[in-house]
């Protein structure tokens, strides 16, 4: 599968900014092209975002970052790129010119895609030389944790373009849903916009407030939508008879006068006035950045809940969070990582998740030792042991785990984990981890583990090959010259 090896972006506002940062993230370098001047320091904001979100989504090791560079003209930031990615404002006019633009300096197989929320790639497509590789690709904000982008071709883009496309969005955690036909508005925002225009009846009729209206929708259908959609959770209000017998209960209801669907509302001042005072009242006093923080740190644990879905295979963007995950463990990380034999391997670095809190608001116990079986995979991976070698049919079993419990992690802390071998011979493989507060370098907690190579189609224990055993064992010589840790070799209610 071919990949996007440079990418350009050519508006950096909040679509734009989030397309930066999701490349960015997945090791993309990207040139920037937005003649705003306080460019930088939004398109800097929006990354700073992106790699908290990031830091609490997923404990598998990312690329390194992309290079961000921010270019003077629009043809500097094409060159060379082989994913374009439009996000100027929404006017047919300024996207056509812009995208034409894009269209006479870009590479003759660079992508470009337009991140329109409605406009028709036909039209969009119509005063290129090469309109056969524009398509929208419209995604949904945040683009750095959402990710859907409906891909749309017009009358003149090729299916090798959008057959490229949606390839090329898998290897950066994203899922590219390819709109049949042509129609404006797509499919997600039509579904949006009718469900906004009965709200704005709703509250110009003064049925409800603003804030009533969000509580009917997150504390009822829009936490099964996260999981199941609208037909799907249908067809279970179907009971045991499923989607037909719910049509046919139900599909009645459609002639009911209830709807205002077909009349819009004025949004007059008054009107206005009204919904901007409630939504004034409702935010409580929290700036634009603490919301979108707050809405990022839900997202993340709504998607590492939907991973564990389906008894642990994943369900809707759960699913293809775990096959992300699973891409970038194959991967490593893309790096090998060096060490310093005089101090111990400084292996994960996250935070703490609020998937990962009790009702103390601290890290519960079993999140630690996910932490430091990270750490184990980490170094297995170090040293030889990634997926294909699993996959192969050998590995390192964890047999006996020690965890003392030090300090508190808290939500949004920052920690990172130390790993040191203190024995390994042909088959075992005996490690200390230490968790930290990256801020103060304090300990929050140790691990020991024991861990054995397996043959796991035979189910037993076997040597470890030469070109694994050498690269274990020569940390390991490394840091026998090291002060035996704190802690090492203790039992629990071992007296201090």
Known sequence: MTGINKAACIGGGVIGGGWIARFLLAGIDVDVFDPHPEASRIVGEVIANAEK???????????????????????????????????????????????????????????????????????????????????????????????????????????????????????????????????????????????????????????????????????????????????????????????????????????????????????????IEKIGQQSDEQAAGLSIRELERIRDENLVGILQALKGGDGGKGWGAGKLLKDFEQSLWAQGGGTTTSFDPSKPLRLVETKVSPAWVDYNGHMTEHRYLQVFGDTSDALLRLVGVDVAYVEAGHSYYTVETHIRHLGEAKLGQAIHSTCRILDVDDKRLHVFHTLHDTATGEALATAEHMLLHVDSKAGKATPAPAVILDKVKAIGRAHAELAAPEGAGRHVGQRR
């Not at 609490?56 to 090791?61: V, Y």
């Not at 629009?74 to 034409?100: F, H, N, Y």
């Not at 390839?167 to 404006?184: D, N, S, T, Y």
């Open 53 to 271: 979100a990031y830091a609490m989504l997923t404990g598998a090791p990312l690329p390194p970052h992309g290079r961000l560079t921010f270019c003077a003209t629009l043809e500097e930031a094409v060159a060379g790129a082989d994913w374009i990615q439009e996000s100027v404002p929404e006017r047919l006019d300024l996207k056509r010119g812009v995208l034409t633009a894009i269209d006479a300096v870009a590479r003759p197989d660079a992508l470009i895609g337009s991140s329109t929320s409605g406009l028709l790639p036909t039209d969009l497509q119509r005063d290129m030389k090469h309109p056969e590789r524009l398509f929208v690709a419209h995604p949904y904000n945040p683009v750095y944790l959402l990710p859907l982008v409906e891909i749309v071709g017009g009358e003149k883009t090729s299916a090798a373009t959008i057959k490229a496309a949606m390839e090329r969005l898998q290897p950066i955690g994203m899922k590219g849903v390819h709109i049949a036909k042509e129609i404006e508005a797509f499919v997600g925002d039509r579904l949006l916009e009718a469900l906004w225009r009965e709200a704005l009846w709703l509250i110009h009729d003064d049925i409800c407030t603003v804030e009533t209206l969000d509580d009917v929708i997150r504390y009822s259908f829009g936490l099964r939508w996260a999981q199941m959609g609208l037909f799907q959770t249908y067809r279970i209000a179907g009971g045991e008879a499923g989607m037909r017998h719910f049509l046919a209960q139900f599909g009645p209801c459609l002639a009911w006068p209830w709807t205002k669907l077909t009349d819009v509302v004025d949004l007059d001042d008054a009107l």
